[in-house]
């Protein structure tokens, strides 16, 4: 459609951006890392969001260039904020199942590291189970390729599609990200049940990360009293328009300095 085939010129036109949201150590709300978003200014109908764009992208094929786009332009932002003196903030970019089957998902991570100056340890890849990945063989290539490399990797919108908690045991993850619908749920108007069920399961997430020795991320994080729920829970990192909003690289460097 008419999406797709404006996508197919996006790149080439420079109408893709980043901004980057951070996720913060809670209670202080100190910085750890900055997660990389990508944004369409289309020419005429503005702003497009990526839950409209990025599956286009994978339906189309275009999701390989494009993911390769994010991850330059995010490892330069890093390289620069690094040299800014925010060198212990780490980069979080997000990457789809499909790119994860490419058979050179990994050296292309690596050649990427290399050109920007990154680290390899400064970086961390955020998949999503929306699809069954277990036993793809090209997945497993892929994973273990980034982590030889020095790479971590974060298990995003956990309690939501594929994953579940056995995922925990196969995949080399040293971050799980809480899915904001659990967040959401923990305060306000909402059933009582339910909230006593969402609670119940952030304390078994923050019990399971522990033994693991996960980091466990709570996602959208909007109120005080929120995260005031999700610290009595245990939870330690947590990322949300309370902390900040994802924010264009002009802004980061002010935001940062704030919050540091
Ligand atoms: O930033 P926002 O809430 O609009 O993001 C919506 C969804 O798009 C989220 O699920 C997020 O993970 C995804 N997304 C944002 N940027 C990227 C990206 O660079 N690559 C991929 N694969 N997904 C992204
Ligand atoms: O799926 P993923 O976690 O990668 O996407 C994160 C998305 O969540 C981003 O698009 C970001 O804009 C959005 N987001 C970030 N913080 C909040 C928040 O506090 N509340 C809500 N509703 N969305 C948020
Ligand atoms: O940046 P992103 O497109 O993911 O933001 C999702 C929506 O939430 C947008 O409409 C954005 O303007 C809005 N938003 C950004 N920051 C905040 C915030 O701090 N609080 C609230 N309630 N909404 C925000
Ligand atoms: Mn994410
Ligand atoms: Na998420």
Redesign the pocket.
């Known amino acids: 459609q008419v999406l797709e085939r404006d996508l197919r010129h996006a790149l080439e036109r420079g109408e893709l951006f980043l901004e980057f949201?951070p996720i913060c150590t809670v209670p202080d709300g100190r910085p750890v890392c900055l997660?990389a978003?990508v944004r369409w200014r289309h020419p005429e109908f503005g702003l497009v969001r990526?839950d409209v764009f990025i599956p286009i992208a994978e339906e189309c094929g275009l999701i390989t260039s494009l993911g390769e786009w994010v991850l330059e332009d995010a490892l330069r932002a890093a390289g620069r904020w690094r040299a800014a003196g925010f060198g212990e903030v780490r980069l979080a970019v997000?990457v789809s199942p499909l790119q994860l089957m490419q058979p050179h998902f990994a050296e292309m991570v690596g050649r990427e590291l290399g050109r920007s100056g990154v680290p390899a340890a400064a970086l961390e890849l955020?998949v999503?189970e929306g699809i069954d990945l277990r036993g793809r063989l090209q997945v497993s290539h892929s994973v273990d390729g980034v982590r030889a490399l020095g790479v971590g990797l974060s298990l995003?919108?956990f309690g939501t599609g594929f994953a579940s908690l056995s995922r925990l045991n196969d995949l080399p993850v040293g971050v799980v990200?809480i899915d904001?619908v659990f967040v959401m749920d923990l305060t306000g108007d909402v059933e009582r049940t339910r909230r006593r069920y969402v609670r119940t399961l952030i304390a078994a997430m923050v019990a399971v990360a522990g033994t693991l020795g996960l980091d466990l991320v709570a996602?959208?994080?909007?109120t005080p009293e929120q995260a005031r729920e999700l610290i009595a829970l245990g939870c330690t990192r947590a990322?949300?328009?309370?902390y900040a909003?994802?924010l264009p690289e002009a802004e980061l460097l002010t935001a940062l300095t704030r919050m540091t």
């Open positions: 949201q997660e978003l990526p997000n955020e999503t995003d919108d990200k904001r996602e959208g994080v909007e990322q949300g328009f309370l909003p994802p």
